[in-house]
């Protein structure tokens, strides 16, 4: 395992660049779709393992498969990242840019006798695997040209690049997640890392990659366990090949987070796009981080941690071996909190625009009326639907159950009260004192003042305190909104 002492970084090109000292953790996200729930709290965990051991945090576009890589897809895994906070500490390395030196490597490989020439045709391959399965014994690679004669080599046809993987023994990772797990040489076959045209293989490009980045420590799902044991045949061989520098670099492999029933996670579970989080559910980027964080680790009984905290705390032996289960209900409650917590005009900035263009005027009124309106929100959308009352339009319309508050009896109580407020101080302390006052002259309990209010003033039933209401709403706009009301009686 490579040591906190020099190690080395590499961009695009090929070949080692500028050194690098310390603990150098990356993510490497394939760019076929959305950055989802899994690959976040994998960039988390190396994010914070990084930071924790004072490091580097790199980020890897591994875009081989060039059929499915796709621009939009780079573009929204690094919005993702950089909203929560989890942006590469250098720019990217994009995988493809960087084929000549995965061949250069192969060649090495192949010119030092660690690798192969191998002519098996696709039928070939297809009909011992078709063998293999018939006599129900596992299908491996056992080629005829592992050790064959150059001069046996068919002059014209195509042919890949196979590693030679040790037939003997045994190898043991240390893994800093799962602890130590062994394979047996005899399990891992001869496979290819440089194709027929010339392209590399992930396995071969992965290696490199890591190597040339100074990668020192390798974070990711427990679905690469298996890629652990095959990779580590090309480092291996590299450090025969060239010697120092191609050490072994530590393992942590995470479990794979499911659902709450245990099923393996997916969209019926809630589980979505890391943007989707953001733009349909209205969630915060510092509850995302939490709920993500307390996915498979913990620290005590704490519930609530705050970024500076979980550097200080995060230790990656303390990753659980099992799976995860994702629960959306806790990732909102999370973010219920941190709404709570959130700045007015932070908040008010990230409603105004699912409340359309309010203006400056209408972001002052927004901001102004947070502090009410987030106490009763989880999230951004229902802080929208809280302060929708406020820029609607006269005359209001009207749900359901508002409208069945207005009798002719509410409608008359409406009158009354707005000839009452009409020329009290508008705050809130006078205005209350006034409609208690109002109330107990008429021997009513105040919500039967307060109930057809809040209907005439929001067209709801819900809504925050309704001498809240009366005085975010001001004098004139509250008093209009009465009359609508009362007024419709006659």
Same mark, same amino acid.
């Given at each position: 395992?490579?040591?906190?002492?020099?190690?080395?970084?590499?961009?695009?090109?090929?070949?080692?660049?500028?050194?690098?000292?310390?603990?150098?953790?990356?993510?490497?996200?394939?760019?076929?779709?959305?950055?989802?729930?899994?690959?976040?709290?994998?960039?988390?965990?190396?994010?914070?393992?990084?930071?924790?051991?004072?490091?580097?945090?790199?980020?890897?576009?591994?875009?081989?498969?060039?059929?499915?890589?796709?621009?939009?897809?780079?573009?929204?895994?690094?919005?993702?990242?950089?909203?929560?906070?989890?942006?590469?500490?250098?720019?990217?390395?994009?995988?493809?840019?960087?084929?000549?030196?995965?061949?250069?490597?192969?060649?090495?490989?192949?010119?030092?006798?660690?690798?192969?020439?191998?002519?098996?045709?696709?039928?070939?391959?297809?009909?011992?695997?078709?063998?293999?399965?018939?006599?129900?014994?596992?299908?491996?690679?056992?080629?005829?040209?592992?050790?064959?004669?150059?001069?046996?080599?068919?002059?014209?046809?195509?042919?890949?690049?196979?590693?030679?993987?040790?037939?003997?023994?045994?190898?043991?990772?240390?893994?800093?997640?799962?602890?130590?797990?062994?394979?047996?040489?005899?399990?891992?076959?001869?496979?290819?890392?440089?194709?027929?045209?010339?392209?590399?293989?992930?396995?071969?490009?992965?290696?490199?990659?890591?190597?040339?980045?100074?990668?020192?420590?390798?974070?990711?799902?427990?679905?690469?366990?298996?890629?652990?044991?095959?990779?580590?045949?090309?480092?291996?061989?590299?450090?025969?090949?060239?010697?120092?520098?191609?050490?072994?670099?530590?393992?942590?492999?995470?479990?794979?987070?499911?659902?709450?029933?245990?099923?393996?996670?997916?969209?019926?579970?809630?589980?979505?796009?890391?943007?989707?989080?953001?733009?349909?559910? %209205?969630?915060?980027?510092?509850?995302?981080?939490?709920?993500?964080?307390?996915?498979?680790?913990?620290?005590?009984?704490?519930?609530?941690?705050?970024?500076?905290?979980?550097?200080?705390?995060?230790?990656? %032996?303390?990753?659980?071996?099992?799976?995860?289960?994702?629960?959306?209900?806790?990732?909102?409650?999370?973010?219920?909190?941190?709404?709570?917590?959130?700045?007015?005009?932070?908040?008010?900035?990230?409603?105004?625009?699912?409340?359309?263009?309010?203006?400056?005027?209408?972001?002052?009124?927004?901001?102004?009326?947070?502090?009410?309106?987030?106490?009763?929100?989880?999230?951004?959308?229902?802080?929208?639907?809280?302060?929708?009352?406020?820029?609607?339009?006269?005359?209001?319309?009207?749900?359901?159950?508002?409208?069945?508050?207005?009798?002719?009896?509410?409608?008359?109580?409406?009158?009354?009260?707005?000839?009452?407020?009409?020329?009290?101080?508008?705050?809130?302390?006078?205005?209350?004192?006034?409609?208690?006052?109002?109330?107990?002259?008429?021997?009513?309990?105040?919500?039967?003042?307060?109930?057809?209010?809040?209907?005439?003033?929001?067209?709801?039933?819900?809504?925050?305190?309704?001498?809240?209401?009366?005085?975010?709403?001001?004098?004139?706009?509250?008093?209009?909104?009465?009359?609508?009301?009362?007024?419709?009686?006659?």
């Amino acid at each position: 395992m490579a040591s906190a002492s020099d190690t080395v970084s590499a961009g695009s090109g090929a070949g080692a660049a500028a050194v690098r000292k310390g603990v150098v953790t990356r993510f490497a996200p394939s760019p076929t779709g959305y950055l989802h729930i899994g690959g976040a709290r994998t960039a988390l965990f190396n994010w914070l393992f990084a930071r924790h051991h004072g490091g580097t945090y790199l980020l890897r576009i591994e875009d081989t498969d060039r059929a499915r890589s796709t621009e939009p897809a780079i573009e929204a895994i690094f919005d993702g990242l950089n909203w929560l906070g989890l942006g590469g500490d250098e720019e990217p390395v994009f995988q493809f840019a960087r084929s000549e030196r995965h061949a250069e490597i192969a060649y090495k490989l192949l010119e030092a006798g660690h690798a192969y020439r191998c002519y098996l045709t696709q039928e070939e391959l297809a009909a011992r695997r078709a063998a293999a399965q018939a006599e129900r014994r596992p299908f491996r690679i056992e080629s005829e040209w592992r050790d064959a004669d150059p001069a046996a080599w068919p002059e014209g046809q195509p042919w890949v690049v196979r590693i030679k993987a040790p037939r003997d023994g045994a190898t043991t990772i240390d893994d800093l997640v799962q602890g130590p797990i062994t394979v047996q040489n005899v399990e891992i076959d001869d496979y290819v890392i440089l194709r027929s045209d010339g392209t590399p293989t992930y396995m071969l490009a992965v290696v490199v990659d890591d190597h040339d980045m100074g990668v020192t420590h390798v974070i990711r799902g427990d679905d690469h366990i298996n890629n652990a044991f095959r990779q580590l045949v090309i480092i291996r061989a590299m450090q025969a090949v060239e010697g120092s520098g191609w050490d072994d670099p530590a393992y942590a492999h995470i479990p794979l987070i499911h659902g709450a029933d245990g099923a393996k996670l997916s969209k019926r579970h809630g589980a979505l796009g890391v943007d989707a989080y953001r733009d349909e559910l %209205g969630l915060l980027p510092e509850a995302v981080f939490n709920y993500l964080l307390r996915l498979g680790w913990g620290h005590g009984d704490a519930e609530i941690i705050s970024r500076d905290e979980a550097v200080a705390w995060f230790e990656i %032996g303390d990753v659980g071996k099992g799976a995860a289960r994702f629960d959306l209900k806790k990732l909102q409650s999370f973010n219920g909190h941190y709404i709570r917590e959130a700045g007015d005009a932070r908040l008010a900035a990230l409603v105004a625009p699912r409340l359309g263009g309010l203006g400056d005027a209408g972001l002052a009124l927004l901001t102004e009326a947070m502090p009410v309106l987030k106490v009763r929100a989880a999230d951004l959308n229902e802080l929208a639907a809280g302060a929708r009352f406020l820029f609607a339009t006269r005359p209001l319309a009207l749900d359901e159950k508002a409208a069945g508050l207005l009798t002719d009896d509410a409608r008359a109580l409406l009158a009354a009260m707005a000839e009452r407020l009409a020329n009290e101080d508008w705050t809130a302390a006078p205005l209350e004192a006034s409609l208690k006052a109002m109330a107990e002259e008429r021997g009513l309990g105040l919500g039967k003042l307060a109930q057809p209010l809040r209907a005439a003033l929001t067209g709801t039933t819900t809504s925050p305190g309704i001498f809240d209401v009366l005085v975010l709403l001001g004098r004139d706009e509250s008093l209009a909104r009465i009359a609508d009301q009362a007024t419709s009686a006659t």
